[in-house]
């Protein structure tokens, strides 16, 4: 029984040396070391024995079993190195590789228009407002001139959340707000630019949540020509030197006198085309100086303080300078739509 025992870890060694994968290692434990290996079998007959022999061979039986023991844990530590040693070659980082560039998003159209007549305004000395997109109608139509029951509330056709709470209609409320925190003193001269919200039908000029830039100036001796020239020179910077703007009669509650600006039409330079409706100028936004009780109600002394407004829909604006025909294309997040619009500074990360 001795010399099998011996032969038995002499063959298992030769085993574990030869073995050349984990696996093969694995199946040499099991041959020689599970429950139905050969020295298992040995022991079994240990029976058989005499009583003094019984110590000796079972203590050799535990020394063979330790030594295949060892010899394989020894190869099995050989093995893992061997195999982490291969992955770390294979997957070795070459750093003089050139880098993989980075693809990165672009900013959406509406956003690039919004910035680009914030930074117009900045630079005429403008400072950006904002305000809750959730207001109330104190803000939203009383302190604009819009009392409750007044008609022109029809013209903004609301989504209320409650009696005195709603989605704002435009960003004028921004410019309430500004006003009253200035508690009547001058001056005032911000733009307001933020998303609105009303009970529209959607459709290829129209939408229920749309996005408005409004403007504000505040001060003494603030005159129309003033609100005319700052129109004429935000017009000429957006769609080209060569445009000409007019200003026709209109009526908004929140302004006195009221009036609508056109441009003079980019397609066929102010002669009459499809786009303008033969009318050579295209309708761009509404304006006009502040109205006395928005300034009284605002905390203003409308015997000194004068003012205009201004309001614009960066929708508007953009489908104008770029041909664009339907308002729908902003919110349908059309990657070929979108792309077309990559700034050049944002070419070398697509």
């Not at 022991?43 to 079972?58: C, T, Y």
């Not at 989504?159 to 009253?180: C, D, G, K, N």
Request: with cysteine.
């Amino acid at each position: 029984m001795k010399e099998r025992l011996r032969e038995l870890e002499q063959e298992a060694i030769e085993k574990v040396t030869t073995a050349n994968s984990l696996q093969a290692l694995q199946d040499v434990r099991i041959e020689y070391l599970g429950k139905k290996g050969p020295i298992t079998e040995v022991l079994r007959g240990m029976g058989k024995l005499s009583a003094e022999e019984r110590p000796v061979i079972g203590a050799l039986a535990n020394e063979v079993r330790a030594a295949i023991q060892t010899n394989i844990e020894e190869k099995q530590d050989y093995l893992q190195q061997q195999a982490l040693e291969a992955k770390l070659a294979e997957e070795t980082i070459d750093v003089t590789l050139p880098g993989r560039p980075v693809k990165r998003g672009n900013a959406h159209p509406l956003t690039q228009i919004i910035e680009e007549i914030e930074d117009l305004f900045i630079g005429m000395g403008y400072t950006i407002a904002e305000g809750p997109e959730v207001e109330t109608d104190r803000y939203n139509f009383e302190m604009l001139n819009l009392p409750k029951g007044h008609p022109a509330r029809d013209m903004q056709d609301s989504f209320y959340i409650s009696e005195e709470t709603l989605l704002r209609t435009h960003t004028s409320p921004v410019q309430a707000r500004t006003m009253e925190a200035h508690k009547g003193k001058g001056p005032v001269k911000i733009i307001c630019p933020g998303k609105v919200y009303r009970r529209d039908a959607d459709d290829a000029t129209h939408s229920h949540q749309f996005t408005q830039i409004e403007g504000l100036v505040v001060d003494k001796d603030i005159r129309m020509t003033d609100l005319k020239g700052t129109l004429d020179v935000f017009a000429k910077r957006m769609f080209g030197e060569d445009r000409s703007i007019r200003l026709r009669p209109s009526f908004f509650p929140f302004t006195e006198p009221s009036v609508e600006m056109d441009i003079s039409c980019k397609m066929c330079d102010g002669k009459g085309c499809s786009v303008c409706k033969g009318t050579g100028w295209i309708e761009i936004l509404g304006a006009g100086m502040v109205h006395p009780n928005v300034l009284e109600m605002a905390g203003f002394d409308s015997n000194e303080y004068t003012g205009f407004a201004f309001g614009m829909g960066p929708e508007r604006i953009a489908m104008l300078k770029y041909g664009i025909e339907d308002i729908r294309n902003f919110y349908g997040n059309d990657q070929r739509f979108l792309h077309q619009f990559h700034r050049p500074s944002e070419e070398g990360g697509r």
